[in-house]
Each structure stands twice: as structure tokens, then as C-alpha cells.
């Protein structure tokens, strides 16, 4: 095919389409970057011809492609790289784990994903216990929540981290944590190149078609977000899944805001994502409006206080640019609420509205601030597999919070209460999963919190978009909208509610509601393809012929 040469138009049938305009749809015709039909195999057979692409797709499913809604792109490079020790039971087995790599040779042996909450010990390593383990290694491990880290005595001598603040014998949080992680994250532009293109092949082939950045000084220089920005989106010779990206930087004037929203080629989304007001449950640095269950006198910690947050969302909100911050307690949340209240003295509450703040996690919070959260429209990114891996009777939140627990991760109510509420990974902290987040909505540890496998779908699609202010025709497969999905090796398709009480599932074509992957076979959809815009990020091997 000539450069010039407009490219044939793709139709897939005999399969299903997840369409809001025909819920009955099982083809779909896609010319260049649009949706140009959707209906019944019937109809399909008079579209197809010598001009026309034809993908047979042997019963799959064509949905929109997710969007993940809180990402860290270099960071998901680098654990794709390092030691995966999420899987680690004991304190033992992340030891040999250590010892393993540097029994390969290993200088610097970087790990990720551990969580002592689940280990017979209940107890982190020491300094001197890496070490011995590394063999003199510079060694550095973040713990599964990315808010703390242990590192070898050899890494913390080097960058005398025993004199900083957070430091505990290895553990490492706040500034010490800060320190080692910049430390170890002294990266050439090829090196950041390298890690993100990883990362975005690794989240197209998941079925993600956008990936939200959060973006931040402490977690990497501004050029970390500049590389990333030059390699994403059309007129690249590699596609890439887009990123919308934010930039988390503290403001106190409009200035400031146009300043920040004309950097970054003019694409930034907003000054919102891990600004942050606290830390998190698993290190105990989210803070609380009681003490640690597990730790009589520590309520967590505070790194903004209500003027920086009120001065920050004044300047935004002046500008109507969309202002945010990562919060996890309900102390963390009260900061914030009140600052939104200050700020609405202001403005007014209609300015407020209309600027869309947006909070990253909200793990706790009580009625009265979700209620606060929609009287000002400030929506929610929120992290279903938290839930999953840590919400069950006995898991981290028990161990943390006690009673407190049920509280946690309110989105049934957040959605109940009409909160705009998209979902996430916080990659790397929970893998890039899309359709693990589904489930782990429809399994919430507290049944209250359900919500359904549409609702929670529609968080990980179309709200993404909304979220940062995208085209409303983003997030939905009908004649005229982008050319952006997936396609699915499913094994069964059904329609599922969250409630244990009433019948929760039904394939039953005459409901009229497009059907989504049963979520409880063991086995979730495998991904065979993924487009945005008309362009192939991913095919699985052999799946279209090309």
C-alpha cells in the first residue's frame, strides 16, 4: 500500500460488541479512526467485499478500550524490570529473593510489591539483614504501596540517610524514603525512554488505551514527563497507548496556574494527582482522625496543611483549571474538605464546580464527606484491587484500622450519592489489570460497597475521559465515535449485579443490556487486540492475519 493510499475499512463479526446503540450488536465496521457501524451478523454479510477487511472473531468480545486513571508510567517500567516480590510470604522468602540476585551478580538490586501485613513475622527487614542477604549490594525494596521502602545498610552509608527523617533501621519513609528513591532513579533520557515504552506495550497489551500520568517532582523531574509526552500518540513510528497527564505541583496564584498549564507542549490536564496530603494505610503514613489500630499514637502524617491546600485550589480554580491532590484518611480527607469550603467563600461553589477537582484514592471516608465531595463535584480516582488484596477480615485494613474497616473504598455510595468515580491501578502498586478491577468491585470486602460489573466497567471506560475532561464520545462503541476498543477471548458473557439478594447474573439476550465477561470462571479475558484513534497498539500473535 502506497503511503497515500487510504487504508481498507476493517469489519468484525461473529462475535459480540459491548454497543449502547444495539446491545444485540455482533460485528462492527471501523473506517480509518471512526466507528462507521455497529449491528447483527445478518447485516454484516452485506458489508463484506473485496474492499473490505474482514476479521473473523470466532466468538470474542469488542468493548471499548480503559483507561487507567492513576498511573506512574517509568516507575511500571522499572518493576516490569526488577524483582516481583508481591508474591513473597515471609520475611524468609523476600530474603532469598535478595540473595538470588546477588547471587547472579547483581550491584544494585531494586524490588517491588512486598507487604509484611501478610507475613508470619509481621515485621520488616533490617538494614543488616540485606546486607547479608545482597552480599554489599545497594539494595532497595518499596514496599507494595509505594510510600515506604527498607534499604541496605550499604545504600543508606552512601547517602547517610540515618541523619534524615524517616529513617528506622532499613525502613525508610518520608524524607529518608524520598532520598533513596531518587537515589536509585538517576536516569539518562534513553534509560526513561526505554522504561516507558515498556510499561505502555505492557498496557496496551492489557486492552488500556490511555493510561492517566501522575506526574510529580518527588517522584521524578519534570523531564521524566516531557520524554514520556514525546513518545505517546500519533505521529510515531511506535504506537503507544495516549497519556493524559498531570502535573502534581503546589500553587498559591493564577499566575502560577497559566505558567504550569502552558508547560509540558500545553497538554497538561491539570495541577492535581500525587500532590500529597498524607501518606497510606500500609506504612502508616495516611493520616487518621484516631490512632493505628496496630500503633497506639501515630495518627499518620500530614505534608500539606489547609492554607497550602486552600491557596492551591484558589489559584486553580480561578483559572477554571482542574486542581487535585492524593488523599487516603479521613483526616487527610477533612484537610481537603475544608480547604474546598474556603476556597467556595471565595469563588463561589459554582466555580468550584465547574474547575472539576478530582482526588486521588479517598480510601476513608464517612457520609458526610462523600456528601461534601458531590456538593462541590469533585470527583474520585479510586483503586479497586486495594479492596482485593487488603480489605478482607484479617488483611491490612483489619490490622490498621479495626472497626474502621468497612469504611474503606465507599464506592457504591460514592456512586449512589452521583460522584463521578474512575478507576484505576496506581500502577505499580496493583498490576495493570483492567478487568481485576471490575471484580474486585463486584467482590468488595463490604457488600454495602458492591456495585455492579456494568457501573464499575463504565468507571475503568468512558469515565476515565470524563475525569480529565475529554470528548464525551470517548469511552462508547457507536456509529460516529473514535475507533477506540479491545477485543476479548472470553469464556462466558453474562449480565452481573453486586447484590447477593436477588439473582446476580443472567445471559439472557431479551434483558436489552449489552453483556460483559463472566467474572467468577478463575479465568479473565485475555486481551487480543487493542486500537485508539484506528490505530493497532496490540495484536495478540496470529489473532487478525497481519
Known sequence: MSHHERPRPILYRNGSVYSPADPFATAMLVDGATVAWVGSEHAAANLAGPDVLTIDLDGALITPGFVDAHTHTTETGIALGSIDLSACRSLGELLTAVSTAAQAGASTILGFGWDESGWPEKRVPTAAELDRAGRGALVYLVRADIHSAVVSGTLAAGLELAGVDGWSDGFVVRGAHEAARKATRRLSDGQRRSY????????????????????????APSDDLRTLLSIDGPG???????????????????????ELMLGFDGRLAGLAGD??????IGSRTAALREDYSDDPGNRGTLYLGEDDVTAHLLAATAESVQAGFHVIGDAGLDVVLRALEATARVTGVEAVRRSRHRLEHVELADDAAVEALVHFGVAVSGQPVFDALWGAGGGLYDQRLGGRRPGMNRFASLLARGALLALGSDSPVTPLDPWASVRACLQHSNTLERISARAAFIAHTRAGWRLAGRSPMLGQLAPGTPAS???????????QTPDARVQSWSTDPRAGTPLLPALDTGNL???????????????AEGFDGR
Open 525 to 539: 479475558p485475555v486481551c487480543l487486540q487493542t486500537v485508539h484513534e484506528g490505530r493497532r497498539l496490540y495484536s
Open 275 to 280: 500532590l500529597n496530603v498524607d501518606g497510606s
Open 196 to 219: 516507558q515504552q515498556a510499561a505502555l506495550l505492557h498496557a496496551a497489551s492489557r486492552g488500556y488505551i490511555a493510561v492517566t500520568e501522575m506526574a510529580a517532582a518527588h517522584i
Open 485 to 495: 476498543f479491545a477485543v476479548w477471548e472470553v469464556e462466558e458473557l453474562m449480565v
Open 236 to 258: 510515531h513510528d511506535l504506537p503507544l497507548p495516549e497519556v493524559i497527564p498531570y502535573w502534581a505541583q503546589l500553587t498559591s496564584s493564577p499566575e502560577e496556574v497559566r
